[in-house]
């Protein structure tokens, strides 16, 4: 991170470091010895959980005291402190007084005394103290970050959350509070999350050359997922999409994407294309690319309108698109059960395993529209699906280029979209659709941020990147000429 020494110069002395940590692992010793010295004259299964339970405690308590004294003694009064600081291109005068603070620790709350700066006469305060420390919202980074990430797991909630940072933090937390954590992290955490995950991508591609690979692919997908929308009750499409790099077959990672409901899904259009197109522009070797996902309409305009002329630094990509086989194979399944097959049930399962089979062999799709049309001249069609069987057999026409899948699983390019498919249920589905939830557009988007970077694997990048882009404060007369004056702070 950032920290301008010139800002706080009262860093705690080494002589004075000893003595305060001398007097808190003083306390630390007298407890510990204390549960040693009973769980040993009486060792039992509860006393062996009694023990754990206590020394739990303990040492959470000890790293408390440490980090609040540690912490406070960071300034000096208010009077010796900098009459004037700088940050973010504003000058702020000091206050008189210094305030305290209730901040939320790794180790629970702390009181934090510190001074504040305001800028001209009713402007913005600030507190410099916190801004070297990085507090998020009266968080400490670590408190922040781990807050933060139970937030976005899977199976949480608010109430969830609420009780792990009782448990794991020792403290609890409001729900206000919890949701302005929440918020902050999404809003500050999002502007790294797009470099992060391309550097990630990158990382994955540079993984597969080294180790040799014959195939290496960048398979993107989309799609959509109802979400429960407040305060009415009713469902729109949030939309989710992936980036995966294969090696040989074999899936090294993912990154993913996820926008709340929008007309067009336009945004998440607009993030993946940016990603897909920055991750091929630093490869001098790029790896294939394949568009894999269903037939819908957004998916297909996607592809029409962006992937089918994609074009990096001037050069054409060739992007292959799949149609997911397995939504190929619900066609097969609609036209099987359109099919006057009387009562023969078996044959009519007989014919949907064989046509299932025969769409993965070479020259797949025709021979299966040849067995189609023999099974009409043999059994026609139920008056009652006419529609339904049109539906299935014009969707195989159509999309009959993008459905070579004997190909395509020779050259270990994937055939189904599973991945995005597992996307919608693991961004979504296990987080935002528990019992009874229904999200207001920015809640949902809260969570659908913090649970993409999450499950990206890019979280400690982006955390990291977070906080070394605060700007640091700097005192004034140090950093500035001629010396601050009144006239400069307003």
Known sequence: MKVSPSAIDNAIPNFQIDSLFDQVVSQLRDALVELVSKFVGNPSPSQTLDLEQHLFSTLLDFGRQLTERLFNSLEKTPEEQPAAVHHRGNNYRR???????????????????????????????????????????????????LVGQQFAATGSSQGRTAEFTRE???????????????????????????????????????????TGAKSIVLSVSRDAVSLGIAPFGYFEMASV?????????????????????ETNQKTLSDQLTLLLRETLQLRSKRPEVVYVTDAGKIETAYWQNVLSRFYVDGVRIKIHRVVDYYHASERLTLIADSLRFAQDQGGRNEWLKRARKLLLEPGGLGRVMRSIARMVKLHGVKSTRAEDFAKAINY??????HMSYFEMKARNIPIGSGVVESACKQIVSERMKLSGMRWKRAGDQVVMTLRCILLSNIWNDVFDKMLNAIEPVSD?????????TDSSCA
Request: hydrophobic share 35%.
């Open 396 to 401: 195989l026409n159509n999309h009959k280029r």
């Open 241 to 261: 999409a992936t980036i995966s790099v294969l090696a040989d077959g074999k899936r090294l990672g993912t990154v993913y994407l996820g926008r709340t409901p």
């Open 168 to 210: 794991h933090l020792g403290s609890s937390i409001g729900m206000e509070r919890l949701r302005k954590l929440s918020g902050h992290l999404a809003a500050k955490l999002e502007p790294f999350r797009h470099s992060c995950q391309r550097d990630r991508l990158q990382r994955w591609l540079d993984k597969a050359e080294k």
């Open 95 to 145: 206050l008189e007084d210094a305030t305290v603070r209730e901040v939320m620790t790794r180790f629970g709350k702390i009181e934090l005394s510190r001074s504040r700066y305001r800028r001209g006469r009713q402007g913005k305060v600030i507190f410099p103290l916190e801004i070297v420390l990085g507090l998020q919202q009266g968080f400490t980074p670590a408190a922040a970050s």
């Open 476 to 484: 004034v007369n140090k950093t500035q000429t001629p010396a601050f």
